[in-house]
């Protein structure tokens, strides 16, 4: 017979990591957005009007506080996924298993 909660405790440790490189991937388009704002804000300061140039900074500073959040989301569940592994190799040694 199968045991739903180890199947189910089995699926989540495997969409775990999918859960955490969803969040990279926000991450890395926001960087990404927020840096071709930065560069054409710095572009535009240089060669054409200065308030272009300035809403275009202010703009990238908006994409880079929003990245914060999923900068701390992402330590977390790092953090979160760490320890709990690190519990269960003890319980694991501590049940006469050994170390991995």
Known sequence: MVDSHVVKSRLAAAMEPVGIAGHLAVIA???GIGLA???AGVT?????PQWLGIALMV?????ALAGIPEVVRVR????ARRLRLRAGAVSRELDG???E
């Open 44 to 48: 535009a300061l240089l060669l054409s």
């Open 59 to 63: 703009v990238a500073g908006i994409c």
């Open 37 to 39: 704002l930065l560069i």
């Open 76 to 79: 977390r569940l790092l953090q």
């Open 29 to 31: 388009v926001i960087a």
């Open 97 to 99: 298993g050994g170390p």
